[in-house]
Every structure is written in C-alpha cells, then in structure tokens.
C-alpha cells in the first residue's frame, strides 16, 4: 500500500501564495507521475497540475502562468507554488499518486484532502 501525507493549505488573501506539498511513503516500486486536483462546493472534482517521472507538466487552462508543479524525485514529493490566488481557487485539493507497486502491479492512491480558502 501507499500513503499520500498533505500539507500547506490554509487561508489567504486574494492576491496572496500558498505552497502545498505531498510526500508518497510505502510499497513503491516506481512512480509514473504525481498530480494535484480540486474540488470547490458545487463543483466536479478536477485536475489541476500534474507530472511525470521524466517531468513533463501538465497544467489545467485556469491556473497556467499562477501555478507551477514540481517534484523531488529522492524524496517522493510533489509541490504545488499557487500565485495570484483568487476566491475561485477555493477548493479542497486532492494529491494523487501513479504508481507500479511491484514491477508488474499499477495502481493509483489518492491524499486525504487539503482545504486553501481565498478570502479577503
């Protein structure tokens, strides 16, 4: 199995930055890549930045030139910088996991969830 430990939400003001970050521990053979998606009251669950194990980013329209993606491959760990955060961020942000467990064996573990509220 594989753990996803979150951290770095919070409360900001429009305008402001956060950082989260989200470090994967356990059974893990590989990782294809790391991800963060959202999920605002009302709202789909969708995907927000992604990466892969050879770095290749990946950005949803409404966050390209605020947010940057980035890893720490030695470490497990995925970040996600937001800039210029506005009250549509809102969410509770989700870090996710694509995995070979064993060199035969792929699965997909999902973080517990990290609220960011943008709010003056």
């Known amino acids: 199995q594989v753990q996803l430990v979150e951290s770095g939400g919070g409360l900001v003001q429009p305008g402001g930055s956060l950082r989260l970050s989200c470090a994967a521990s356990?059974?893990?053979?590989?990782?294809?890549?790391m991800g963060w998606h959202r999920q605002a009251p009302g709202k789909e669950r969708e995907l927000v930045a992604s990466?892969?194990?050879?770095?290749?980013?990946n950005y949803a329209d409404s966050v390209k030139g605020r947010f940057t993606i980035s890893r720490d491959n030695a470490k497990n760990t995925v970040f996600l910088r937001m800039n210029s955060l506005k009250p549509e961020d809102t969410a509770v942000y989700y870090c996710?996991?694509?995995?070979?467990?064993?060199?035969?064996?792929?699965?997909?573990?999902w973080g517990q969830g990290t609220q960011v509220t943008v709010s003056s």
């Open positions: 996710n996991v694509d995995v070979y467990t064993t060199v035969a064996v792929r699965g997909t573990y």
């Open positions: 356990g059974s893990i053979f590989s990782i294809r890549a």
């Open positions: 990466i892969t194990s050879g770095g290749t980013t």
